[in-house]
């Protein structure tokens, strides 16, 4: 698993460049604002990682999930809640999330058994 | 708006008692499922409430959003923080979920009217 | 409930007409072949219809579900046959489907009434 | 229909002033953007108009359907021009897409009428 | 193919343990329901695997669709009936399905080999 | 990345055979209007290969989106259109859109580089 979460982020990396290696000022705005929205404010960062963690599984991509995940992780989040979570997920958008879930929990797996490391 | 939010309540009322008018187990069961997730554990019942709110405004519900929207206000979240809940969703969903933002926002207003008066 | 399933009818029946209404060839082969798909073939028309339904219903379009729901009525599905579909759509699609069982819920009972008056 | 294509106008505007009634930037700029991303550059208005109703359609969303409509008729496309759009809308999203082909055809109607009042 | 077959039942089992292991009871009563949904009732356990596929076509999900596709195998669907229904699922869910059906194509003509083989 | 996406054209041949080999006639009439749609009418071949491009973005399919990346590229759109039309897909689709912008930035890079050897 540690090697598909490491290409993941390699990947997401290299891809960002090419997206933003552009003239078009809209697609760097949308970079720029993609940030902003999760930035401390009404609700908490940490809130605004979960929402987004969730809206990522109910719409089915993983990389959008592997990148919440990651930051969920980081804001401290334990297993329990972010099971919870999934949960929430699972139930709103059905059983079509579940090949999702599946991608969560190794994701999941993984970060925190690289927590445990540091 | 105080009629349409009103009328949602309704229709929600009547439909699903329609719904659960079968024989058949398993949607009862979902139906108690679906409670049950957004049921106090790990992450409060307010937290989980508000994935309901951002995973329904992704997925372009007007029923669902109000659903979870009622639920949101009577967990004593504020216009600010809902507002924000909202940017989320719309970042990750994109100008497609503009028209049901602007659904959540009458609502939001009839919501917070009607709790000032209470 | 009648004077809604009936003005879904009316509205259906006008816009298809506004839609053929045009020189374009290919839109109309597409709902000549949209036709097509559900006769009888290695599959019965009577399981294709609940397959239409079922579609329908997970990808949330209520004047698709009242369409197919009708040509199931039609084909002599009974309410714990298409509860059962609503179940297993409800599953594969999420509660963000329950709106939609609500609709198709009213639906199948203003349907199978009409059966009984005949 | 010119009522309700009129009462979709007069919603729109209503709905957005509530939504920009708020404190949250992200969400302003978001709604900036949105007006940005469609202004001459590499490609034309008018071709990015035409990119904004197709992906409306396969979206299935009628508000922005309505509105991408609206902007396509000012920008001077024909009747032709727009059914072969919906053409290629209803072929990539399927028959789902149809009763949103139907609602479009009568926005159409309406707005081809207006323009040859005027 | 056969390969890839055989490894998403790897991943696909592996996954399922991964999610469950879990102290959310909520995910464990999903995983549950999910079984019971396509269990014998008013329709056949053979027609609700059907329509669990089509909707996992529709949605364009190929691991909910490989696993709906060995179970109809396993229920005695015939290649002509499955191409059928992703002959429905292709014109509900559009032309952004056809992918799905040739990951689809590609399943059922390993697991109709394997099927001669036994 | 040439790699990659030469794996695609043959992955795709290789399974559009697969789904041809069938009786049904209804998927050979499908594919065949899926290539008529896109024909030169009242809008050119031109642009409606850069409405499916945005379509398949906003619906979040890879495959689509490299067949009419392809395509766009033979027609001769530029890098800074593209971008553009990749730009209006971001901002009607949201962020959940970003990993299939990564993936479309490396084919664009591909296929313009491959243009720029012959």
Do not use: W
């Not at 990651?70 to 929430?88: H, P, Y």
Request: glycine share 6%.
């Amino acid at each position: 698993m540690s090697h598909e979460f490491e290409s993941f982020r390699a990947r997401r990396e290299a891809g960002n460049a090419k997206v933003l290696n552009t003239d078009n000022l809209a697609t760097k705005r949308f970079f720029a604002l993609d940030k902003q929205v999760y930035g401390p404010g009404a609700l908490s960062t940490e809130t605004k990682e979960l929402l987004g963690l969730v809206a990522s599984m109910v719409l089915r991509c993983n990389d959008c999930i592997d990148y919440h995940l990651e930051r969920c992780v980081d804001e401290g989040f334990s297993k329990a809640e972010l099971d919870e979570a999934m949960g929430v997920a699972m139930m709103v958008g059905g059983s079509i999330v579940i090949p999702h879930a599946r991608h969560a929990a190794a994701s999941i797996e993984y970060l925190l058994s690289q927590n445990d490391e540091n």
